[in-house]
């Protein structure tokens, strides 16, 4: 385990610009990740579920009757 360790720990060691930049790529996807998080919150509670599930509703209705029409209209039915 130690063995390991030190492994990757002198790999790190020579290989600090791509460390550094795997710390920054993790940084920016978690702050990133959490204004997402927020916003998705955010509008959450500015619109009710009601409309959640209508929006829902209407976008997986509308997905199947194009994907019907498409594929009738590719298959001839």
Avoid: D, I, P
């Amino acid at each position: 385990m130690s063995v390991c360790f030190l492994f990757s720990f002198s790999l790190l060691c020579c290989n600090a610009g791509l460390f550094f930049r795997f710390l920054s790529f993790l940084f920016f996807f978690l702050t990133f990740f959490r204004f997402f998080l927020s916003f998705c919150f955010l509008f959450g509670f500015l619109f009710s579920s009601f409309f959640f599930r209508f929006l829902l509703s209407s976008c997986f209705s509308f997905g199947f009757f194009f994907c019907f029409f498409l594929s009738c209209f590719l298959f001839r039915c």
